[in-house]
């Protein structure tokens, strides 16, 4: 009997196998590496707004409204003597799709956070944020 060419069944199937558990393996380094990636912009944002801040509070003597929507860094709502804006393009959200909050922190200090990608202000170590002052160098 001639043996025609072509794989068996079984041949087949192990390949199949061997692709499977080689796709397995690599999914986890495939979300590791977008969150890492989605750490970075969501630092980058947070570097752009506390410069934009920084700059507002110099040219104006105050601080941008808290809150969420960007007022102050691409529009003079509210009215803030001495502004020089926009100091943003646009105001983004994070990552996650979550906005950036800014608060009041103590003194004259502002916080600005991304509460990560539960989008909640909890204590899971995922929230990133940084202090504005305004004794801060460039």
């Known amino acids: 009997m001639m043996r025609r060419g072509g794989f068996t069944l079984i041949e087949l199937l192990i390949v199949i196998m061997i692709i499977a558990v080689l ?3 690599m999914i986890p380094m495939f979300r590791t590496t977008r969150l890492n990636a ?3 912009r969501a630092n980058a944002d947070l570097d752009s707004i506390k ?11 105050q601080w941008p409204p808290i ?10 709502v509210p009215v803030a ?11 983004k959200n994070d990552p996650w799709l979550h906005p950036y909050v800014i608060f009041n922190g103590t003194g004259v200090n502002r916080f600005i956070e991304s509460w990560g990608p539960n989008g909640s202000n909890e204590t899971t170590g995922d929230d990133l944020g940084l202090l504005m002052t305004p004794n801060t160098a460039f």
């Open 67 to 76: 809150g969420n929507v960007g007022n102050g860094y691409i529009n003079n």
């Open 23 to 25: 796709a397995g393996a």
């Open 51 to 61: 410069t934009a801040s920084i700059m507002y509070h110099f040219d104006s003597g």
């Open 81 to 91: 003597p001495n502004w020089n804006g926009p100091y943003l393009d646009e105001w």
């Open 38 to 40: 989605q750490q970075a």
